[in-house]
């Protein structure tokens, strides 16, 4: 187990919420756990977060100590976050997106919990916590859904609540359907289930000059987010961040648009903050000699000119074999058609066909997910209660882990394989618009079709560009 990120000085945060059924969790006992847990590892605390979520209509605004954290962890005051439980920190899967960028940007990498360490310096660790973070949506809708009927005769309606702020793609009255802003929903949906960055996204929209609806009249990935992420577009009636149930307003997408992009959110393996796209191909290309990433470099031909090449790095921080390289610009122009051309083949078309269960092997993976996780938190509960030696607790854990890694995994290649689906039969359309496409948007679609290709090695005496050097992995 690794230490505290640099030496800082640890955040507890708990939460006190409404719902007493199953998870009632005090919070005196929730800070006591964090602290033994503190404690054990030597480490200080810096400060101690509680909110009272105890109101089920209160916003992110209701929650001011989990602000304040983010704020200190934004000023570089925290090492470490600790909580009872990841559901403890939040359930909103928008909240915990800024959560992690917010650790990252400021080496915070790991979020411990009483229940399970999630280190944010690791893929998987990340992974199970997007993924922890999604279901916890979900499992709190239901949850929610039989509390709020008792209490809330307008949520059962389907009304829409109060509010200044329209929202985006509705009119005031926040019923009726704005067919303009419905039109841009459906572009920014299309495209972010193609694997388009929100980055890339909001320079569309600022591009294009589309007006905001809330104070700012600047898109963010923020604010793009919450609409993409939003159960209301799809005629989801939402309460405190979870679904609750049909709306009385029309949809703007369909239900099965929105499980696709909630797929994606979940699979984005790195938080949100990419850097933009350099190469067309970063990241896809492998050396035919080594295995090893090829890195874009660019050098300066003897005529002065700049030549853009991708080339295999040796050294510490790249550990390739150095000595493998390939002019970009025809490999780019040659993989794209490949790409573009696969995406109309009637071979792919046939083997997506047989793909008909994904909805169920989707299910699936989301049960076993939740079950693994329904499980460690058991195993921590029983542990704390002195029913398991802590050898025995330590013997178990693993298991389940092992196990929600592997839904993780599979949920992630259900949703590249959807991707590539919403792709199929689209190759001459997007040929024809591809110049217009920004990078991003064009390493998306590629990535998505050709996760990966290996480059061998060039033949001697060739200047020119030799296809045989090139061998694409299709996703399909
Ligand atoms: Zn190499």
Known sequence: MSDAGLGRPVAVYARITADKTGEGLGVARQVEDCMRLVADRGWVVFETYVDNDVSAFTGAKGRPEFARMLADIEAGRVGAVVVYHQDRLTRRPGEFEQFVEACQRNGVDQLVTVTSDISFGNDNGMLVARITAAVAANESARKRARILRKIEQNVAAGKPNGGATRPFGYENDKVTVRESEAVVIRTLVDRFIQGESLRSLVAWLQAEGVPTVGKSDVWR?????????????????????????????????????????????????????????????????????CQGKLYSAARKTPQGAVER?????????HGGCGKLTISAVPVETWLTEAALYRLDSPDVAAALEGRGETDARHADAVAVLE??????TELAEMFGAGDITKAEYLAARPVAETKAVEAARALES?????????????GSVLRDRWEGYSLDRQHAIIRAIMPSATIGPGSRGRGNFDPERVQPHWAV
């Not at 709306?247 to 992009?261: F, K, L, M, S």
């Open 414 to 426: 259900l949703a590249s394989a959807d991707t590539v689906s919403s792709l199929l039969g689209n």
């Open 371 to 376: 079950s693994a996780q329904r499980r460690l």
């Open 221 to 289: 990935t923020t604010s793009l987010r919450n609409v993409l992420m939003s159960g209301r577009i799809a005629g989801l009636r939402e309460h405190h961040g979870a679904v609750v149930g049909d709306a009385a307003w029309d949809a703007i997408i369909t239900r099965e648009q929105r499980e696709r992009v909630l797929a994606m959110f979940v699979s984005r393996k790195r938080a949100g903050r990419r850097t933009p796209q350099r190469y067309l191909l970063t990241g896809l290309l492998r050396c035919g000699k």
């Open 309 to 317: 090449r991708y080339v295999c790095q040796s050294g510490p921080d």
